[in-house]
């Protein structure tokens, strides 16, 4: 549910991603040229055609529809075209004037020769005596030698530029009565230009930045010179998390890599070390016009619907096997949601070692809730590296130094900026800040994005004061009943420093008020949802709790979770009061300090009782008072900050978290003086092209004597919804632990096995599959079968026990389920494996789970 609604408020502003159009790098009086290649006869739109210009070293090839677009310096007047089985055409061009050639390409006599002698069936790919297949292995093993971690020092500049737009508008939408105040947004192009003929251009990104690199000792550095965004109203959307999620789905692509990430994903590398055996290869021409001379290699995925590129290779012939250009595209029918068309384009310039660095990235993708047609939107992040040097040293202290605070890089001047810039903006683009900032001042544009926030991240803002979540006013459960709830919290307009959050809830069935009440502080004069974070925070609460249920990202008291299987009847009301610092560091790197006096009263079916089981032996409360520390680590961790909750966008790196609790015995009426010790890592592999696995461990330790509900309640799911990370046919407070360690995989294929299927393939849809594993136990001090002064495991109307202590078997369940059906559910059959004598325990369920990812 997480990844829906975060999906969801960026669709509160763009309905989809578009780009505005390949911008043109002109070099002084550079000639724009661009068309589209068909065959002379069929007229049938021909890909991969290379467009080149003789002597210039420089070229292009057509796309899947085939167009292209060039720019070609000023001192050259032809461009050649050239694709195999076609004969070579040149055409000349006027310089320094834009120019649009349609070209087309008749037949090689030659080549029709040659498919009659060897037979309409082609030969059977193989990689055997196959040159092309030799040449790629040549790349690969050349790789490492190509990539700039191979020199001492590196420095570059970096300008990074990203725009989204509606795209491929009808006018019939365009002239619809609610854009009757928005026309001034809507822009004309030409009808071959990517998006169509009218785009909605909505959101523009530019960041200019310092790189530097060495080698030994391997050091990063990056300044940050300057970054400009489309801002929206802050009450509304999160700026920095939309540019955090959007440089997610763009992210940069490094050709020698294994594995390429894009939208998330990872795609296996055309270089990758295993290559050859998931692509084919071919030999489709000789540059032999550039120095050096380039081999044009093509190459496709062996099965089309894998997650997997296809495209082209320039790779120089002067024994250094390096990639001067590369052009990467997929399938329509790959297994990607929402892609109407993905196209990249690396080009690579000389070093004065003759060897070549990346100048220049283009990534363009065209979304849509169709593949083939309607609107949508097109985004494109186009990268230039300029300023490149090698070998320069630079004392170790210069990686150490502090670099440009983020207040300094968003005030830079306009001129600033057209002085950095490698190339002007267009005058689309140059319109899209100015749009946007007149675009939130109409009166029925801000009421119309604040309903979808309201609907969508759920508050509704009143200037100082917005009310919410909306998914939390209304739920039931055994205890309570019918459950209305009213809350909501003051926003940056009120103070930056101070907040203050609150809410009321009412049970119609126990007829009792819950609230809370929380006052924040921040420590570094920036809000207290803007990382890093650095605050002191007061609360109360009295609510309802049950034991052992821990939510990520989810109100416990969301109305579709008030669905569950089973007896829930075990509830707690808690009175907690808390007092944390929380102190966040660049590094990602952080600390909690917390002191938390709680009180837990059982409610429903749930009892505190010692000794026998005797009713008149109940206790009415159990008071605890407990310090904490916390620590944790989550390297290069980004995240979008929605309205309630921060949440982490997964990246390859480790998340570390460890907590250490202890309770006071004595101290403001605690009754257990006792130790907790928790350490959990979260790690995400990726295993293209066989989909990605989520691993997570997790182990605990109590030190002392406490009664069951401070031992380690395990985490249990009642309700019908797949939780990731508990255990989805455990019932609740089923075990406890004061030792434990445990396993968590879920590993998604990403349709590996679905995509080779005849018909199944088309539905997209991907296989997951998942194990949890859980070892614990109690020591004889902590087991209330031998220690009757201790609270006893809870027993059901006739008298069989419902709490366990796990054996030396572990707790076990496994599922398999299909994912992106209608590219929004994820379905699994779960089977709990062990402990089937257990009461009221499930062997087998059907457990759903929202999720829309790319």
Not at 118 to 128: E, H, I, S, T, V
Not at 220 to 238: E, S, W, Y
Not at 509 to 538: C, G, H, I, M
Request: include cysteine; hydrophobic fraction near 35%; aromatic fraction near 14%.
């Amino acid at each position: 549910m997480t990844s829906l609604s975060v999906r969801c408020q960026y669709l509160a502003v763009v309905y989809a991603i578009l780009l505005l159009g390949s911008p043109a790098v002109a070099l002084g009086q550079a000639t724009s040229i661009e068309g589209v290649v068909t065959d002379a006869k069929t007229k049938e739109k021909l890909p991969f055609v290379s467009v080149a210009v003789p002597g210039a070293g420089i070229g292009t090839s057509t796309d899947e529809n085939g167009r292209f677009k060039l720019e070609v310096p000023a001192a050259y007047t032809s461009v050649v075209f050239t694709s195999v089985g076609y004969g070579t055409i040149t055409k000349a061009i006027t310089p320094g004037v834009p120019q649009k050639l349609d070209v087309q390409l008749a037949t090689s006599a030659t080549a029709l020769k040659e498919v009659v002698v060897q037979g309409a069936k082609l030969p059977r790919y193989r990689n055997k005596e196959n040159p092309a297949v030799a040449l790629i292995r040549q790349v690969i093993e050349h790789k490492e030698q190509n990539r700039p971690e191979r020199y001492d020092y590196v420095e570059y500049s970096k300008y990074e530029k990203m725009s989204f737009a509606l795209s491929n508008l009808s006018d019939k939408f365009k002239n619809r009565k609610f854009f009757r105040n928005y026309q001034f947004l809507f822009q004309k192009q030409d009808s071959a230009a990517a998006g169509g003929v009218n785009i909605l251009p909505l959101y523009l990104e530019e960041k200019l930045a310092k790189e530097y690199y060495s080698k030994n000792p391997e050091k990063h550095k990056t300044i940050a010179l300057g970054t400009k965004q489309v801002q929206f109203d802050r009450n509304f959307i999160d700026n920095g998390g939309l540019s955090t999620y959007f440089n997610r789905m763009y992210q940069d692509i490094d050709i020698y890599d294994n594995r390429i990430t894009i939208l998330g994903n990872q795609l296996l590398s055309p270089l990758a070390n295993s290559a050859p055996s998931f692509y084919q290869y071919f030999i489709t021409d000789t540059l032999r016009q550039n120095t050096p001379q380039l081999l044009e290699l093509s190459f496709a995925p062996r099965n089309r619907e894998d997650l997997l590129f296809r495209g082209k290779l320039y790779v120089t012939l002067d024994g250094n096997y390096a990639v001067q250009q590369a052009e990467l595209s997929v399938d329509r029918r790959i297994n990607l949601n929402f892609i109407k068309s993905l196209n990249a384009r690396l080009q690579f310039a000389e070093n004065p070692d003759k060897r070549y660095h990346l100048s220049k990235s283009e990534l363009a993708i065209d979304f849509g809730v169709s593949s083939s047609k309607g609107s949508g939107f097109y985004g494109e992040r186009t990268v230039v590296y300029q300023q490149y040097q090698i070998n320069q040293a630079r004392p170790e202290s210069f990686y150490e130094s502090a670099t440009s605070t983020a207040d300094s890089l968003t005030a830079r001047s306009p001129a600033f900026w057209q002085q950095n810039r490698p190339d002007s903006l267009s005058q689309l683009e140059s319109a899209i800040y100015k749009n946007v900032d007149t675009l939130q001042t109409i009166p029925s544009f801000r009421r119309t994005l604040g309903l979808y926030t309201f609907l969508l991240a759920g508050y509704k803002s009143f200037g100082v004061f917005e009310v919410g979540p909306a998914n939390a006013f209304y739920s039931f459960n055994p205890v309570e009943g019918f459950r209305l709830r009213l809350g909501g919290r003051t926003t940056p307009e009120l103070s930056k420093r101070l907040y203050f959050e609150t809410y009321a809830a009412y049970g119609f069935k126990d007829e009792k008020w819950k609230y809370y009440l929380s006052s924040t502080y921040s420590l570094n004069n920036k809000s207290v949802y803007t990382f890093p974070q650095n605050f002191v925070r007061a609360s109360f609460q009295r609510d309802t709790k049950i034991p052992g249920q821990e939510l990520e990202f989810v109100q416990e008291d969301n109305f579709l979770l008030s669905f569950k299987r089973g007896v829930n009847d075990k509830w707690l009301y808690n009175d907690i009061y808390r007092l944390d610092y929380v102190h966040e560091f660049d590094s990602h790197f952080s600390y909690t300090l917390g002191f938390k006096k709680w009180q837990q009263s059982p409610a429903g079916g749930l009892y505190f009782r010692k000794g026998a089981n005797d009713s008149s032996t109940d206790i009415a409360a159990l008071h605890t008072t407990e310090l904490m520390l916390a620590l944790r680590w989550a390297p290069k961790e980004t995240f979008y900050q929605g309205k309630l909750y921060r949440v982490p966008i997964i990246g390859p790196y480790p998340v570390i978290t460890a907590r250490f609790t202890a309770g006071l015995k004595g101290l403001l009426a605690g009754e257990y003086s006792y130790q907790n010790l928790a350490l959990n890592i979260k790690k995400r592999f990726y295993l293209a092209p066989f989909g990605i696995s989520d691993v997570t461990v997790e182990g605990g330790y109590t030190f002392g004597q406490v009664p069951f509900p401070l031992l380690t309640i395990h985490r249990a799911n009642q309700t019908y919804s797949y939780q990731l990370n508990s255990y989805n046919l455990m019932n609740f407070l089923e075990f406890s632990s004061d030792q434990y360690a445990s396993l968590f995989v879920d590993h998604n294929f990403n349709g590996f096995f679905f995509n080779k299927l005849p018909l199944i393939k088309h539905l997209k849809l991907r296989e997951v599959a998942s194990l949890k594993l859980l070892y614990g136990g109690l020591r004889a001090e902590n087991n209330p079968v031998r220690q009757l002064e201790l609270y006893q495991f809870l027993q059901d109307n006739q008298g069989r026990p419902t709490t366990f202590a796990l054996g030396r078997q572990p707790y076990a369940e496994a599922s398999v389920g299909i994912a992106n059906i209608f590219k929004l559910f994820r379905l699994d059959v779960v089977k709990r494996i062990n402990y089937l004598d257990n009461p009221n325990v499930t062997e087998w369920g059907l457990r759903g789970r929202f999720k829309v990812d790319f």
